[in-house]
Antibody, heavy 123, light 108 residues
Framework: QLQLQESGPGLVKPSETLSLTCTVS??????????WGWIRQPPGKGLEWIGS???????YYNPSLKSRVTISVDTSKNQFSLKLSSVTAADTAVYYC???????????????WGQGTLVTVSS | AIRMTQSPSSFSASTGDRVTITCRAS??????LAWYQQKPGKAPKLLIY???TLQSGVPSRFSGSGSGTDFTLTISCLQSEDFATYYC??????????FGQGTRLEIK
């Protein structure tokens, strides 16, 4: 059964770069049937898609965050990573990684999701 | 970006009730819609994709319908474990992928 696990610092200072890694177990990140994505949820609020990556390195980013986001993949470690630069308190959120399922040559829904990790931006 | 609007934002119901949650897209998205359930402190869980296809393992009391701009998630007979927040997500046009703001279902 595929599992995803987020890891990284839980506290980041304002103006610094948030870095998270998602480790995929129980399946290969190099499958042609999936992209891999990051979604975040500020405390008490809704879901915001950050971006997604294919094993080849092809990426999609949310235009609202694109200037600050970099998503990368390491197929040898079965991991993908998120970097978000110049963070502010507004970036405080639970960050989830998830598998983005490709169907009919088109990425679609997210399943499954990691358990999420809370990142707080504060000095 | 396609805006997804859910209604209501929250409501109360009792076990055994039939409930319906609505999701409206700001433009037509065919059937490119998924529904998720999220319980407090947990990650979202996929319930339905392609507007009406039940994900494996999801109870049959959940159903989805709609196409174009208007969609519904129906729970035919509420169980205690169904009290949660529900989100819709469009994948017709991206970036960005967009979610509805969520519908919180509480016990009456």
């Amino acid at each position: 059964q595929l599992q995803l696990q987020e890891s990284g610092p839980g506290l980041v200072k304002p103006s610094e770069t948030l870095s998270l890694t998602c480790t995929v177990s129980g399946g290969s990140i190099s499958s042609s049937s999936y992209y891999w994505g990051w979604i975040r949820q500020p405390p008490g609020k809704g879901l915001e898609w950050i971006g997604s990556i294919y094993y080849s390195g092809s990426t999609y980013y949310n235009p609202s965050l694109k200037s600050r986001v970099t998503i990368s993949v390491d197929t040898s470690k079965n991991q993908f990573s998120l970097k978000l630069s110049s963070v502010t308190a507004a970036d405080t959120a639970v960050y989830y990684c998830a598998r983005w399922v490709v169907a009919a040559s088109h990425p679609n829904w997210f399943d499954p999701w990691g358990q999420g990790t809370l990142v707080t931006v504060s000095s | 970006a396609i805006r997804m609007t859910q209604s209501p934002s929250s409501f109360s119901a009792s076990t055994g009730d039939r409930v319906t949650i609505t999701c409206r897209a700001s433009q037509g998205i065919s059937s490119y819609l998924a529904w998720y359930q999220q319980k407090p402190g947990k990650a979202p869980k996929l319930l339905i994709y392609a507007a009406s296809t039940l994900q494996s393992g999801v109870p049959s009391r959940f159903s989805g319908s709609g196409s174009g701009t208007d969609f519904t998630l129906t729970i035919s007979c509420l169980q205690s474990e169904d009290f949660a927040t529900y989100y819709c997500q469009q994948y017709y046009s991206y970036p960005p992928i967009t979610f509805g703001q969520g519908t919180r279902l509480e016990i009456k």
